[in-house]
């Protein structure tokens, strides 16, 4: 595990649940529907993390059962085949419903796979009922998209033929961009998973080798193996150094021609480092500290030091896992500090003490933080911005840039002189 120190910390925990992971995945497959089966402390979480009216179903698909339906359990297995009835008919559009369990006890206690499987079999297969946790005991906000893709996996019809399967959400262009630098390579049968129209789903079987987009897929990626496909070994298409390392572990495992690959990067490679100088010059030297959330911390980190010149205080995240992260721990600097969990008020005794010049973390820690002088990046960012790919680097550099602006801005030194 490259040179890295690694601790682990238990405690208090101070982040999104998995329901979270709704709002893009509604984004990319708009002919899914998503029926948190909660309350509405989780309608006002997916309110509040995704800045949009939970109600205006036509662009987001969520709907919540009321508490005192979830009183009875009885009650509740009859309310939710009501709640599905009456919006499949406002909805005839819907192929597929997740059913998505959170974290009341009621909930727990209704069997979710049970009510998808009657269901699928009472709308005799039109619409596929499917379901999966977001629960904040079980799950950080990533890991809803991981229990989503996973429920989708057992779907996939089996095929033999060789193929580049890209998994996780990315945004729509930024995957375009991505497969179009495939084609160039040769690389002509590639598909994504999850697909932009859930009944579309991509073929899997033992000529599938999967490029990972998102490092969080460790359940996915498991089912996937479990269908014969091969994992291929990168790190995460973050910055420059990660997205050519990715591209390169898919060029290396279709047999395609060095200088074939190289010609392709190059000018890339060039445009890209040449977008990046101006960030790395506001980054470089700067104290950076990355409170565990997204699971993206670490090709964060490396993408961070390694391209920005930034100095890694501490690198936290929810949960490591060694075998899909392994490319990138060899990437960052000897003795990087990594926090395996959370203990959040450990966590933030440490950042008051090593007065980092950024803070990634939540949005619930972000405004405590800033009261107290220290800039920060809501974590949740990452995952609504196209940071993909050698293009996006320095988009995503500025995106970290943008937090010590404004913070050099609002200085009582710079104020004085304005
Ligand atoms: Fe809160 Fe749990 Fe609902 Fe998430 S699933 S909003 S953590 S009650």
Redesign the pocket.
Known sequence: MGGSTLLKETGPREVF?G?TSIVWLHRRMPDAFFLVV??R??AH?IQSAAGVMIFAEPRFGTAILEERDLAGLADAHEELDRVVKNLLKRRPEIRTLFLVG???SEVIKIDLSRAAERLTSHLNGQVRVLNYS????ETTFTQGEDGALKALVPLMPASQEEQLLLVGTLANPVEDRLKTIFKRLGIKNIDSFPPRQSTELPSIGPRTKVLLTQPYLTDTSRELRDRGAEILQSPFPLGVEGSKAWIEAAAKSFNVDRNLLDSTLEPLISRANKALKPYVEQLSGKKLFLLPESQLEIPLARFLHNECGMELVEVGVPYLNRELMKSELDLLPERTRIVEGQHVEKQLDRVREHKPDLVVCGMGLANPLEAEGISTKWSIEMVFSPIHGIDQASDLAELFARPLHRHNLLSPKTLETV
């Open positions: 649940c329901l909660g309350s402390t989780c979480l959170s974290c009341p977001g629960s904040g005991i």
